[in-house]
């Protein structure tokens, strides 16, 4: 399902950021999309983890991807009949969010549910490489398509891998007893926030990864980088939203096949002032070879931060908790995608240069991981424990 449904996000995603570009000619736009999708979901995550909670999992991710489904058909109505508006494309955003709100904790919460608990890093980066391959595919699909093809049959694209993805759902199946149970009430989404906040090592994992992406992401200005600095035009879009994948997906192989990483804490916060120092490479060059390596190299080592920080909240979390803390961690990272767009795009804007925007906010991406640091010092000391029975005593204990 997650095969399916990636490289359909992906096409859709590069559409929706091609079009809106190419409708307005503005860098304000792109940031608003994400906000559009980011604002509702902040509004019902909390919500979504709880019925993550309480109800079969698997369910949630079905229904949830009923909505996105028919909008996609939608998009692909209006713009094969030149109908399509910005209004549309930013009420899709909407929709997309207010079902993540709901898919997206249900879908973490799932895999320690099928996955024993000394595979589940391995099990995290495993995802993570299928993820980063149907990210390779998906956006180069999408420039090629765009602009081959123009952006209709992108979005029809996104339809049938979705379809396909219902069917793989419907195959996914759980121990006898696992799926949760419960009664949702304000009381229980309490809970889960309580449990964040005495657990610092996992509100330190979420608040890391928060502020670098916040600072340090360049994706909401690769339309302007592809078109205006590389002169690459929408192939060299795909070629860049695809390095990403590329780096992502090489980093995922090579830690398959090493040992899991005891010290989670400790990479986690080197790889994140690595990503900032590597962002800012990427601000200064205008050479589209350059770019692609640069880009790859940030993807990369984001994902080893990434695969830390899922160990570090999935690992540290026991499984009644899992939905609404992985809610939370939602929140944290549509934060960092969505505002982080935003800020990007008040920067190019006020700025006039996309440059400045990635440059300046690699420089802050350094400066928000020394401040994290410096507040949650039990992030840097943490270590992962692969027995469940010792996971459990600890998170008793605090």
């Not at 996955?115 to 993820?131: E, Y």
């Not at 419907?170 to 696992?178: D, F, K, P």
Request: include cysteine.
């Amino acid at each position: 399902m997650r095969v399916a449904g990636n490289i359909g996000m992906s096409v859709q995603t590069a559409a929706t950021a091609w079009q809106a570009y190419e409708l307005t000619g503005s860098a304000m736009p792109l940031a608003f999309i994400g906000l559009a999708r980011f604002l509702p979901n902040l509004a019902l995550s909390f919500i979504g983890g709880a019925v993550a909670d309480t109800r079969d999992r698997r369910v949630i991710m079905g229904i949830s991807q009923i909505a996105p489904l028919l909008t996609s058909v939608w998009l692909f109505g209006l713009t094969a009949t030149g109908n399509i508006t910005m209004t549309a494309i930013y009420l899709s955003s909407a929709i997309a969010g207010v079902a993540g709100a709901f898919q997206g904790p249900a879908s973490q919460s799932l895999l320690p549910q099928v996955v024993g608990r000394a595979s589940f890093q391995r099990a995290v980066t495993l995802t993570s490489s299928l993820q980063q391959f149907t990210g390779i595919f998906g956006p180069a699909a999408g420039g090629v398509i765009i602009g081959a093809f123009g952006l209709a049959p992108a979005y029809l694209l996104r339809v049938v891998l979705m379809i396909v993805g219902f069917g793989c759902l419907a195959n996914i199946r759980v121990a006898a007893g696992s799926s949760p149970r419960g009664t949702i009430s304000l009381a229980l989404i309490k809970e889960g926030l309580v449990f964040i906040w005495t657990h610092r090592p996992v509100l330190g994992a979420m608040s890391l990864d928060m502020f670098a992406v916040i600072f340090a992401s360049a994706d909401a200005l690769l339309p302007i980088y592809a078109r205006d600095i590389l002169g690459a035009g929408a192939i060299g879009f795909g070629l860049l939203t695809s390095s990403k994948a590329v780096g992502a997906l090489v980093t995922s192989i090579v830690m398959t096949l090493l040992p899991p990483v005891v010290n989670t804490g400790r990479t986690m916060v080197i790889t994140v002032l690595m990503f900032g120092v590597a962002t800012i490479a990427f601000g200064f060059s205008t050479w589209l070879p350059l770019s692609l390596v640069l880009y790859a190299l940030i993807a990369g080592i984001d994902q080893v931060s990434v695969v830390m920080r899922q160990n570090i909240i999935q690992l540290g979390t026991p499984d009644a908790f899992r939905g609404r803390v992985n809610s939370v961690n939602q929140v944290f990272v549509g934060a960092s995608n969505q505002l982080g767009a935003v800020e990007s795009g008040v920067v190019a804007t006020l700025t006039s240069s996309a440059e400045v925007a990635v440059v300046s906010g690699g420089i802050a991406c350094l400066f928000a991981a020394a401040a994290v640091i410096a507040l949650v010092p039990t992030l840097w000391h943490h270590r992962a424990t692969f027995d469940p029975s010792e996971a459990e005593e600890r998170a008793g204990a605090r």
